[in-house]
């Protein structure tokens, strides 16, 4: 009903017309071009490249060469996993040295929900596509029978060394001649079980066993021979967290025929749909870096559950998505909401904490913080009710006070923060983290009449100040004994691989990261006057970074500003609470003209499963969560002279940028329906209630 109403709302505009698969495919942005469907299970597409940082998406706009083509992927993140089930196609001789082949730009295709490329090394056309469940694939040649290279030891991975070892347990049966099915126990960045199902449109015969690349491989790559015909080769995969009988049974719900036309024509307008709930005004150019990131919004999380089974939501970047993502979900998807929440308590259930960074249906507990509780208090302060709040509730305060894997939480609550004696990689971010974190839950607590629990979570929301040093106006370290750590460098980029007290960042960075307290890091640092000083010279002052390694992730600098880095996207709306909008207007539009681009090295940082097109969107609107939970959003500047947000109740919200054609970047005044917004800021019930926002600009 959500989709019917949002589709009869929007044009007849091919929004997927304006998507560029390959903008986030240079440099360190670690997009793809895969064919997927708006937060499905599949993202079937090339491998160009693996084994190296540049390739956690697997594929690199300047190679010129594809190793085959694998069933999943994750999406602009700084670490790679997934790339199950590679397969080659290819004609001529059964063994080879090599089974990659050159492919050229001029042949590629990528669109939502389909990709394609010419094997020029066979002679082979290339295309795949698919439902939220099954990949299908087909392969037409000119040059003879087309024979397969399978090779299901394959997974997007770091190292060769560790893709060899990744396979702890598997089993995979041959018997059938239209199927490969079976099961992979892996450990990588996730320790995960996939179970699939391979179905080919002709009979196969094992023609080969090639030699094992490495000893410790558990599955040797298999060349599949499927007779002299001359007509397409199509293999459909499908792949299951829970059983092979699974993903067979995907295959027999959503693709149980071979007409592959009529599987992209349905992914296209599924695409449509979710593009077109909100349209833009603009040049070509900003029609298309905008819906290429709707799309990389909507390409995570991944609904991973078999057909028919409950939603069951992955891929959950929590660290990165809870800023923006799961905030603009509430407003143009919500019908994901309350599965997305549902499925944490899944995690829950199996692991005794919350999710931290979920994939293929385990926590490989990445980064820090428990970013699923300010989704969880988002939505319920917004008015989802699809899940058991106080069940919820009570997993949020377990993992906060109970000492599990990623956290030992004595030292934190004896001194207030936790100190870099005892916790030896990212102290200081670590406490600011959770301390927002712990303000979440004060709130939830606070609205389902917990009196007790509110006051100890807004206790310890205010940790922060423990680490903040006003003598240098900055976030400092400070050991068990509360002295600060000694000649301390601010620049100096911390990360848990190399060290330091920050993740990601470097204090610079981070002492901003109090988005539940701006009024009280005011205060902490002297006033609204200092305040701004400080903020001024964190946009100015040099760009250098201190340290090695984890210095790449840090990226987009603007001074010390760094926009390709989550921690850093809510700074610059800091200049509209603290009084000077003008500012956070004209940095709002030099990181939107500078830092997203049109083409394939269209992002400063990674992707991140959709946080940084987030980011993108909201501040196209003229307004960003700020602080992401509970519903409220700072005004900043719109950069499109009209949008119109189509929500599922039927009714718009449309922003209007009066003059910005002109070339005026800056707010004059703000009215909502007519009146004055005198506190620059909206609600998110005033986004729902429909209306027009009209920003005057000069």
């Not at 942005?29 to 540049?54: D, R, S, Y």
């Not at 959709?610 to 519903?631: D, E, K, L, R």
């Amino acid at each position: 009903m959500l989709a019917v109403l949002a589709a009869s709302c929007a044009s007849e505009t091919d929004f997927t017309s304006y998507v560029n698969l390959y903008s986030g495919t240079d440099g360190n942005g670690h997009c793809h071009p895969c064919a997927t469907t708006p937060f499905g299970a599949i993202q079937v597409g090339p491998q160009t490249g693996n084994w190296a940082w540049e390739y956690c998406g697997g594929y690199q706009w300047k190679d010129t060469t594809v190793n085959g083509f694998s069933q999943n992927r994750i999406n602009g993140t700084g670490s790679s996993e997934y790339g199950d089930l590679l397969m080659m196609p290819f004609t001529g001789e059964l063994i080879r040295e090599s089974y990659t082949s050159r492919f050229s730009k001029a042949t590629e295709a990528a669109e939502p929900g389909f990709y394609a490329c010419d094997l020029e090394d066979y002679g082979i056309r290339a295309e795949m596509t698919c439902t939220p469940h099954v990949a299908i694939h087909r392969y037409s040649s000119q040059e003879g029978p087309i024979r397969l290279m399978l090779d299901l030891q394959n997974a997007q991975i770091g190292s060769a060394e560790r893709m060899y070892r990744r396979i702890l347990d598997c089993d995979v049966d041959w018997s059938d001649g239209s199927h490969v099915r079976g099961y992979i126990h892996s450990k990588a960045w996730n320790d995960r079980v996939t179970y699939f199902d391979i179905e080919f449109s002709r009979p196969y015969t094992v023609a080969a066993e090639l030699p094992l690349r490495d000893p410790r491989e558990k599955i040797a790559r298999k060349v599949l021979d499927f007779g002299d015909s001359q007509e397409p080769l199509m293999v459909k995969a499908s792949v299951s967290i829970s059983s092979i009988e699974g993903a067979g049974r995907n295959i027999a719900a959503e693709l149980p025929g071979w007409d592959f036309d009529s599987v992209r024509q349905a992914a296209s307008r599924s695409w449509n749909e979710h593009l077109g709930r909100i349209e833009i005004e603009g040049t070509e150019t900003e029609k298309r870096i905008f819906y290429t990131a709707m799309y990389r919004l909507m390409m995570h999380p991944n609904d991973i559950s078999d057909c028919g089974d409950d939603a069951f939501y992955s891929t959950l970047s929590l660290w990165d998505t809870y800023r923006a993502a799961h905030p603009l979900f509430t407003i143009i998807t919500p019908e994901i909401v309350d599965d997305v929440v549902n499925s944490f308590m899944r995690y829950y259930n199996a692991q005794g904490f919350l999710p931290m960074w979920a994939l293929g249906g385990t926590d490989n507990f990445g980064m820090i913080g428990n970013h699923s509780i300010p989704v969880i208090a988002d939505a319920y302060l917004k008015g989802f009710r699809g899940f058991d709040a106080e069940a919820l509730y009570a997993a949020m305060k377990r993992s906060v006070t109970e000492d599990h894997i990623k956290y030992d939480w004595a030292a934190y609550d004896s001194c207030g923060y936790f100190p870099d004696d005892v916790i030896k990689v990212e102290s200081v971010s670590r406490t600011l983290e959770c301390c927002y974190d712990d303000w979440c839950i004060a709130q939830m607590a606070s609205a389902l009449g917990h009196a007790e629990d509110t006051a100890f979570f807004n206790r310890r929301a205010g940790y922060w100040k423990n680490v903040f040093d006003r003598e240098i106006g900055l976030m400092h370290p400070r050991n068990s004994r509360g002295e600060w750590q000694p000649d301390f460098d601010p620049f100096l980029v911390g990360h848990w691989k190399t060290g330091g007290a920050f993740t990601e960042g470097n204090s610079w960075q981070y002492t901003w990261h109090v988005q539940h307290d701006p009024e009280g890091l005011m205060e902490a640092m002297g006033g609204r006057d200092a305040f701004l000083t400080k903020l001024d010279s964190l946009f100015s002052i040099t760009g250098e970074l201190h340290g090695s390694g984890p210095v790449v992730d840090v990226s987009g600098l603007i001074g010390q500003y760094a926009h390709g880095n989550e921690p850093s996207h809510h700074v610059t709306y800091f200049y509209t609470l603290a009084g000077k909008p003008e500012k956070a207007a004209d940095l709002i539009h030099e990181i939107w003209t500078s830092q997203y681009l049109d083409g394939p090295d269209g992002l400063s940082g990674n992707d991140d499963c959709g946080q940084m097109s987030a980011w993108y969107i909201f501040s196209a609107m003229g307004f960003y969560p700020v602080n992401p939970c509970g519903g409220t959003y700072v005004i900043g500047a719109p950069q499109l002279p009209e949008m119109t947000i189509h929500l599922p109740s039927g009714r718009d919200f449309r922003i209007i940028a009066r003059g910005i054609g002109e070339g005026c970047t800056r707010v004059a005044s703000v009215t909502l329906d007519g009146k004055p917004l005198d506190n620059w800021c909206i609600s998110h019930r005033d986004i729902l209630n429909g209306g027009e926002l009209v920003f005057n600009m000069k």
